[in-house]
């Protein structure tokens, strides 16, 4: 009997387990398979807190729509019937001391609608001006990679990376743009640069504007009644007896004559012929230490932030925004850096009749000590800038802090080669072992199953020769 061994019960590892499992199951496979993590819970950044009818998201609130994948599993393991949408509303972007209106029909900050740029208040004459070079500007040079932030300042002027492209993105990656590899987060822009000379002329030609009906605005993003904590609840519930075993945490992997021994927290061992490895990535790298395929590589950087989610009785703010949310130009004297007003993003499931729910983030590269500050300090930090756009009456009903401590990846330039030269040196080295994750192929919800999916058919695939 082979066995498989997912180190890691984050989403990645989780969904790469769920689909062997079916797979051993459905092919009357001989294959024996186990979940090892390190910590008393599944699910890793997704954790859902539900308290006096409240559901805070700790980690991720969400997942996009159009990436199919998080869908399918939901259906799969039977909670489909929850998926709930995200209202629609305005969004903002706060520059300065105002909230100006996200343009419409931009695409991830991009302009793919001239009327409403050229209208928007976020950008001065010049910026409009500076942005329209896209149009004449000829394509870049062929090239590896390049930073978001230079890859965008040619193409649109720095005024637009400042006030909209930065904020989004950044948001996602937590992130420096000058930093943050053009290929190995939106590869598609430079693809279509290089295709279409304007990015622009590129966007409007790939994704035309969807004509909505009823002009409503269309859901992008789905959740889960209960919060995203529910998937891995259905996870956990799917899979078969005794794959899962939470508290065990793995040391070191030695490679053995017939396979992989690991070496666990406490001094027990375990066996294993196939190892798919789901952990942040300084944990994979002190595992596999010894190993020049992992030795060699440079320590990715990892950035730490926080949220604070506060409750109110509805009439405690005194001065309520029309929208989901804003998202904070790095130019503003502010230490969030967004906020969601949770109870409008997901009115059915966020928050109690006549109760709101907001969420705000802090901690960027720059000001990351920010993290480490106590409860009370961040919840005054939070309620300090909010009161500069909004007026609320009194203290919240209760917060909620969450930290992330080098939590987020960050895919600095090169970091696609890197994760290529790591899959081909574990290969070579360590045939057998391979790895998914947030670290390496995206880092959204779908972009970790994704990952996970393709791992279940590498190691089918390895099992097989």
């Not at 024996?32 to 910590?39: G, I, M, R, Y």
């Given at each position: 009997m082979k066995k498989i061994t997912v180190i890691g019960g984050g989403i990645a590892g989780l969904t790469a387990a769920y689909y062997l499992d079916q797979k051993i199951k459905e092919q009357n496979l001989d294959y024996?398979?186990?979940?090892?993590?390190?910590?008393n819970r599944l699910g890793g950044k997704i954790n859902t807190e539900r308290r006096d009818g409240f559901t805070i998201e700790r980690g991720p609130d969400s997942f996009l729509i159009r990436k199919q994948s998080a869908e399918r599993l939901a259906r799969n393991v039977g909670v489909g019937d929850k998926l709930v949408k995200n209202g629609t509303g305005k969004s903002y972007?706060?520059?300065?001391?105002?909230?100006h209106s996200m343009p419409q029909g931009s695409f991830m900050g991009i302009p793919t609608q001239v009327r409403p740029f050229l209208t928007s208040s976020l950008f001065s004459v010049t910026g409009k001006l500076r942005a329209g070079m896209d149009f004449v500007l000829p394509k870049g040079e062929a090239q590896d990679d390049q930073s978001l932030g230079k890859f965008f300042r040619r193409r649109l002027g720095d005024e637009v990376v400042e006030n909209l492209i930065e904020p989004l993105l950044s948001g996602i990656y937590a992130g420096d743009l000058d930093d943050l590899s053009l290929?190995?987060?939106?590869?598609?822009?430079?693809?279509?640069?290089q295709e279409h000379r304007s990015l622009i002329r590129g966007l409007q030609k790939t994704t035309p504007v969807p004509k909505q009906p009823s002009g409503k605005k269309k859901s992008m993003f789905y959740s889960l009644e209960g919060g995203l904590e529910t998937l891995v609840e259905a996870i956990e519930a799917s899979l078969s007896e005794g794959?899962?075993?939470?508290?065990?945490?793995?040391?070191?992997?030695?490679?053995?004559?017939?396979?992989?021994?690991?070496?666990?927290?406490?001094?027990?061992?375990?066996?294993?012929?196939?190892?798919?490895?789901t952990t942040p990535y300084p944990v994979m790298k002190q595992m596999l230490k010894p190993y020049d395929s992992v030795a060699d590589l440079h320590n990715m950087k990892a950035t730490s932030v926080a949220n604070v989610a506060l409750a109110f009785d509805q009439s405690?703010?005194?001065?309520?925004?029309?929208?989901?949310?804003?998202?904070?130009?790095?130019?503003?004297?502010?230490?969030?850096?967004?906020?969601?007003?949770?109870?409008?993003?997901?009115?059915?499931?966020?928050?109690?009749?006549g109760k709101a729910l907001?969420?705000?983030?802090?901690?960027?590269?720059?000001?990351?000590?920010?993290?480490?500050?106590?409860?009370?300090a961040l919840e005054e930090i939070v309620l300090h800038d909010l009161n500069k756009i909004m007026k609320i009456d009194g203290d919240p009903l209760f917060s909620v802090v969450s930290r992330w401590k080098d939590a987020m990846p960050q895919y600095s330039i090169g970091h696609k080669q890197v994760v290529e030269n790591l899959e081909n040196g574990l290969a070579s080295e360590l045939p057998g072992v391979f790895v998914a994750g947030s670290p390496y192929r995206g880092i959204g919800i779908p972009d970790c199953i994704d990952q996970g999916e393709a791992a279940v058919e590498k190691i089918i695939g390895y099992l097989a020769e």
């Open positions: 024996q398979l186990q979940l090892l993590e390190a910590s972007i706060l520059v300065g001391d105002q909230l290929m190995a987060t939106f590869p598609n822009f430079y693809h279509l640069e794959i899962v075993q939470k508290g065990r945490a793995v040391n070191k992997i030695n490679k053995s004559e017939d396979g992989y021994e690991l070496e666990l927290k406490g001094g027990s061992t375990l066996s294993s012929d196939v190892i798919l490895i405690a703010i005194k001065e309520d925004i029309d929208g989901t949310g804003f998202v904070v130009s790095r130019n503003s004297n502010y230490r969030i850096t967004a906020c969601t007003w949770t109870h409008k993003k997901w009115p059915d499931t966020a928050a109690p009749a907001l969420r705000c983030y802090v901690g960027r590269p720059g000001d990351e000590e920010v993290v480490d500050l106590s409860d009370e």
